[in-house]
């Protein structure tokens, strides 16, 4: 048998060796799979599967292809047409001992025949004679092409012929099958060629795999993530089968292929005689096809199909089976790009940030056509960069999988600075294309200063300085100088192509000189900016306050100064302070006995106005008119009940208690009455929202209302009930709920007259996804946390103990990503899990 048919036995053992690290248990089966990463694999033998599968490799061809005079490597070839020049003639080394017929067919259509004239044939080792070369140019009516190598035998022309000829149908599917087949083996390929690559450096997959995966439509594994840093390159190689995503050029296997030959064979696949699954849907096609050339089978001839991979001008065969040189001798089928007009790939900017092309790396992010990566379809790509001025300039660049786009690949020329324009071109085949457009960043020697001249910063409260300058994404980091020396790194972002908004945070600044320092990527030096921070002064706008309550709002400006308000014998504290728009709104509670505050204002006449007293952290006392409102509506909560959806089939139904946790898609059905004070209204309604996050944190907002009709019935007189779907409220809410009263449904936000106090109502939870829950009892005495819950968004939980105790609470990160934790041994009432939305409450599941 010629070398060029042996097991390419050089490709496996020059797979590239597992770093030191990895253990001998793991060397060898990941090398193993490395080998096998390209794997076919056709009635191969029972025992043969046991072992590592490997690919074949067949001969070679050199093709090119001229259209309109230029000429191309078949590599930068995605689609014929009519009228091109195809050259194809074999790349045999000199030692070759075998002499293949090399034969051509062009096809029309399943039910067209070809003609005869479409059909040539060339003598592989006829150099000398120049026999060796197909010279052909693509007949109008043509839509396929497919390649034939057999064995030099009598006849074997005129059988080809006839073949193709008597059943082009056969040869229509093959050609389509085997053409898509290829361009998803290039994007596999180059997956896995850069996960190889990053065998010596395991801590980079976690950087690399995700953007790699996405650029070349590669379904990722993310729990492989989640393993020792080791272990990640073995177990993203796993399962590849259903790794190939669908493409608009090439579609994944699995999605395009139909019928009921197709699917038995991908059944077939997945049992150990027929290669462990490897490569399933590459296995589900060349059986299927196959089986199609099958019909051709004689005593003569068997056909095998092929798989092709093309470098420059050289298309090699990726066989599935050994061919064979005695009767039956092999015909290897192979497919050449399909007769069509060319379709260009619709590139689109995978992200609007602007882009500085001065930060090491730089990448223009891409997607939308995986093949852009894997292929050399697209071939002479450049960026046109546009500057401020009207300066353009061309910039080569070359496709970087692993990053998700383009990189430039010249050095660019001196004198571009500041904001611009770049957009991506280049060609696809014979055709050009335009790519997206881009906004990219070069710093120059602009000055940068603060937005509208400001300089001055606030001592006590969070600033946001807006900065303006020539590139902003060029920026490294962004430090504020303290008066007294010392740097603290902020929180900074891109708000424009030319403004940068920088948060200072209150507690970090002091009354004095201080400077904010850019730094700018490639300069020495940061750029320095002069900040003064001052103390704002006090302003007291007015303060409401109704009969019979027992805390009222005080509004005006820095108010974070206020101690204490005094309102005859009543005293005020502050509670709580938030901000509305440009001013402070402070909640002040009754100092003293509960109630006192209340009782005392009840007995005030409506409309009187009094004389407050508001003493300031400096000691100062403001005098302030107040005058004193009707009193405020009163509600009581009776009862609340929540209604859950159903679980869906293979999912764990948690046990959420008594109403305090309305699910994210439940129902929460509660009641409430007037306090004593009288009947409902048909025009009050109930207003929902969300509990103050925090200091410093706007008022509360309503999300949804609740109306007569809408959500909300009377029971009696003085009870009603209310019905809230946590599909009424915004997407994305969550945390505890609060509701109050509006008399006569009134909307003024100016003044709390008509409406009661928020109160408590419920926490509105995102709920994970439990599946499973499993227990090593074994291990139960020799581990903390022998049990396994597995599911999906487990980052919604904070912690998971035994028991509604949480004994032992093994905690989760907010960033997990994966689906599975370890978890300790559920106690008598089940698992306790302490959700991420209400890290009060504890939801339990019962263990099966």
Request: hydrophobic letters at 40%; glycine letters at 10%; one cysteine or more.
């Amino acid at each position: 048998m010629p070398s060029d048919f042996l097991i390419d036995r050089k490709r496996v053992h020059d797979t590239p060796k597992p770093a030191r690290s990895l253990t001998s248990s793991l060397a060898a089966p990941l090398a193993c799979l490395l080998a096998a990463s390209s794997t076919l694999v056709l009635g191969a033998p029972a025992h043969a599967a046991k072992g590592p599968s490997f690919e074949l490799a067949g001969p070679d061809l050199r093709v090119d292809v001229t259209r309109d005079g230029k000429s191309l490597p078949i590599a930068q070839v995605p689609s014929l047409a009519e009228g091109d020049k195809v050259t194809v003639h074999g790349a045999m080394p000199e030692d070759h001992g075998a002499e293949f017929i090399l034969v051509s067919a062009f096809l029309r259509g399943a039910t067209n025949p070809p003609p005869k004239d479409w059909i040539e044939t060339a003598e592989s080792w006829k150099e000398k004679e120049k026999k060796n070369t197909l010279a052909l140019t693509v007949p109008k009516g043509a839509r396929q092409m497919v390649l034939l190598l057999v064995p030099d035998t009598g006849g074997a022309e005129g059988v080809l012929r006839d073949a193709v000829r008597g059943k082009p149908g056969e040869f229509v599917r093959a050609s389509h099958d085997l053409e898509l087949a290829s361009l998803d083996h290039t994007r596999l390929e180059t997956f896995m060629a850069g996960i190889r690559a990053e065998i010596g450096h395991p801590q980079n997959l976690r950087k690399i795999a995700p953007p790699l995966a996405n650029a070349l439509g590669i379904k990722l594994n993310e729990d492989c993530l989640l393993r020792v840093a080791e272990e990640q390159a073995s177990c993203l190689l796993e399962d590849r089968e259903n790794l190939v995503l669908g493409d608009v050029h090439s579609n994944s296997i699995t999605d395009t292929l139909t019928g009921a030959p197709t699917a038995l064979a991908l059944q077939l696949s997945a049992v150990p005689e027929a290669g462990g699954g490897t490569y399933s849907p590459y296995i589900g096609v060349v059986r299927d096809v196959a089986k199609l050339l099958g019909a051709f089978s004689n005593p003569t001839f068997n056909y095998l199909p092929a798989l092709t991979t093309a470098h420059d001008d050289r298309l090699s065969l990726l066989l599935n089976a050994a061919p064979s040189f005695q009767k039956p001798k092999t015909v290897m089928v192979a497919a050449m790009p399909s007769i069509e007009a060319s379709r260009p790939p619709r590139l689109r900017a995978s992200d609007a940030a602007p882009v500085c092309l001065a930060r090491p790396g730089a990448v223009l992010p891409v997607e939308g056509a995986p093949l852009v990566f894997s292929t050399a379809f697209a071939h002479d790509m450049a960026v046109t960069i546009t500057s401020a001025s009207g300066r353009t300039v061309e910039v080569p660049v070359a496709p970087q999988a692993d990053k998700g786009g383009y990189r430039l690949d010249a050095p660019l020329p001196e004198g571009l600075s500041g904001a611009m324009r770049a957009r991506l071109h280049g060609l696809w085949g014979f055709t050009p294309f335009e790519g997206p457009e881009f906004a990219v960043q070069l710093p120059g020697v602009a000055q940068w200063k603060l937005a509208d001249g400001g300089t001055g910063l606030v001592v006590g409260r969070d600033n946001r300085i807006v900065v303006e300058g020539s590139a902003p994404a060029c920026l490294s980091g962004v430090t504020l100088r303290r008066k007294d020396g010392s740097p603290q790194r902020l929180v900074w972002e891109v708000e424009s192509e030319g403004r940068l908004a920088v948060k200072v945070p209150g507690d970090a600044l002091k009354t004095g000189k201080h400077s904010l320092e850019l730094q700018v990527l490639g300069a020495a030096e940061p750029v320095r900016l002069d900040l003064e921070a001052v103390a704002e002064g006090s302003r007291i706008d007015g303060f409401e306050v109704h009969a019979g309550d027992d805390e009222g709002l005080l509004t005006g400006l820095r108010l974070d100064q206020v101690k204490s308000l005094e309102l005859g014998k009543r005293r005020f504290v502050p509670a709580e302070l938030t901000r509305a728009q440009d001013a402070d709104l402070l909640r002040l509670v009754a100092d003293g006995e509960t109630g006192a505050a209340a009782e005392d204002l009840a007995q005030t006449p409506e409309g009187e106005t009094e004389t407050a007293w508001v003493t300031l952290a400096s000691g100062r006392k403001v005098r302030l008119p107040v005058t004193v409102a009707s009193p405020r509506p009163k509600v009581h909560l009776l009862d609340r009940s929540v209604r859950t959806a159903n679980a869906k089939p293979g999912e764990h139904t948690l046990d959420l208690g008594k109403g305090e946790l309305l699910p994210d898609d439940g129902e929460l059905v509660f009641s409430i009455d007037r306090a004593g004070e009288g009947a409902f209204d048909r025009s009050d309604a109930i207003e929902i929202a969300l509990a103050p996050q925090g200091p410093g944190t706007e008022p509360l907002t309503p999300l949804t209302r609740l109306e007569i009709g809408k959500g909300l019935s009377l029971a009696t007189a003085q009870v009603a009930v209310a019905t809230l779907r946590a599909s009424d409220l915004p997407p994305g809410t969550f945390g505890p709920l609060r509701f109050r009263l509006l008399r006569g449904g009134d909307t003024g936000s100016s003044s709390l007259a008509r409406s009661s106090d928020w109160q408590p109502l419920a926490s509105l939870v995102r709920l994970p996804r439990v599946t499973a829950l499993t227990c090593n009892d074994k291990a139960a005495t020799a581990s903390a946390t022998p049990c396994t819950l597995r599911g999906r968004d487990l980052f919604l939980l904070d912690a998971v103990g035994k028991g509604s105790e949480m004994t032992g609470a093994v905690k989760v990160s907010p960033g997990f990503t994966g689906a599975a934790i370890a978890v300790p041994q559920p106690g008598a009432d089940g698992l306790g899990l302490r959700l991420r939305d209400a890290p009060e409450s504890v939801v339990t599941l019962t263990a099966d």
